[in-house]
């Protein structure tokens, strides 16, 4: 089996492609795989680290800088006759977009050239591209049973749930005492992102500066862009508190917490629920279509996690919500069954015998 698959710009595109691409690996004796991303963003330097074939294609996303997006689209043209050549040499049995400006000429190459085409939409509101491509995609997948209606024009639309649920099956918990937190207390973990925010943690400054959160630890993963010297300066109760910009393994951390404070990243989103954690969502205002809201809503009236909105953030009704989840177990149980319902669903399973029966039913 020949398959291409396309994903870029961000971690919420690019780990689901991973988790797609071991789900075939598992069940393929013979397979094999290209990746075609960008060729100066992150999954550049990821996917390589995986040992998956890497294409680089010369493409950004459109601003208002005028200049700017008539370069993009002699780059786009030029992709999409990269695109083309590279599948008349692979041959793929199909092509696979897991979102990203990046899959546009991908997909587009594999539609020109009568290649079959699947693509998956993480978040509850689709991508610019995942919505354009739709129409002539040949099965287009979801993560959330709300963003189906946004795919009308799309042949065939399947929920599918998302990849990151079965990232969480055999995850080893991370021993906290090794980084220096007490067996006998509880663990929060904020996850500000993975570049992080500049105004979420000028408020979650005054939550930690205060003495609201002594009866327990937090790990507080700043983000990438955010200094962290800087901001360890600005903290002044560092009780039971560690600060980091980045961590490695943050499935095996969240499995060690007794809660989960974060953005509402889809992948992130799946991660809690595959983990049954109780969760404090706070979706980031900065995101296109704002489809960080629209993902907790529908986990929040669900009872999967709680969701505070940035502008509502005080330090007050923050530790009230870590008190509650930390310590009501009535509330701790509800939610918990609640994420059972999701994990029901086999996404890479679903994904596999989706693409599968696809291309058996092209020859």
């Not at 075609?36 to 950004?60: C, D, F, L, Q, S």
């Not at 786009?76 to 696979?96: E, G, H, T």
């Not at 539609?111 to 591209?129: A, D, W, Y």
């Not at 959330?144 to 990849?163: D, L, R």
């Amino acid at each position: 089996m020949n398959i291409i698959i396309s994903a870029g710009g961000s971690g919420g595109h690019i780990y689901p492609a991973l988790s797609i691409i071991n789900e075939f690996k598992k069940r393929e004796n013979h397979l094999n795989i290209l990746y075609i991303g960008t060729h100066n963003r992150m999954e550049k330097e990821i996917v390589p680290k995986e040992n998956i074939p890497y294409e680089a294609i010369e493409i950004y996303g459109f601003t208002k800088d005028m200049k700017r997006n008539v370069k993009n689209i002699f780059l786009i043209r030029k992709a999409i006759k990269k695109c083309k050549s590279l599948m008349q040499n692979f041959k793929p049995d199909i092509v696979i977009g897991v979102g990203g400006y990046v899959t546009y000429p991908v997909l587009k190459a594999a539609h020109q050239l009568h290649i079959k085409t699947f693509i998956h939409e993480q978040n509850s509101r689709p991508g610019k591209v995942n919505y354009l491509v739709s129409s002539y995609a040949d099965i287009v997948g979801v993560t959330f049973k709300s963003s189906m209606q946004y795919f009308k024009k799309a042949k065939k639309v399947i929920y599918t749930g998302h990849p990151a649920l079965d990232e969480t099956k055999n995850i080893k918990e991370i021993d906290k005492s090794m980084l220096g937190f007490s067996k006998d207390k509880k663990l929060v973990i904020f996850v500000a992102g993975s570049l992080g925010s500049t105004s979420l943690n000028q408020k979650m400054l005054d939550f930690l500066n205060s003495n609201l959160h002594e009866d327990y630890e937090i790990l507080y993963i700043l983000g990438n862009n955010i200094n962290l010297e800087e901001f360890n300066k600005q903290v002044k109760n560092k009780s039971g508190l560690k600060v980091v910009s980045y961590f490695e393994n943050l499935t095996g951390i969240m499995a060690s917490s007794d809660l989960v404070i974060s953005r509402a990243g889809a992948g992130v989103l799946f991660e809690i629920i595959g983990l049954e954690k109780p969760s404090i969502i706070i979706p980031s205002p900065n995101v296109a279509n704002n489809h960080q809201y629209f993902n907790a809503l529908e986990l929040q009236e669900k009872g999967v996690i709680q969701m505070i909105q940035e502008k509502d953030l005080t330090k007050e009704n923050l530790a009230e919500m870590i008190h509650t989840l930390l310590n009501n177990s009535q509330k701790i149980n509800t939610l918990k069954e609640n994420m059972q319902n999701y994990k029901q669903i086999d996404p890479n399973t679903m994904i596999y015998k989706t693409v599968k029966e696809l291309i058996d039913s092209s020859k």
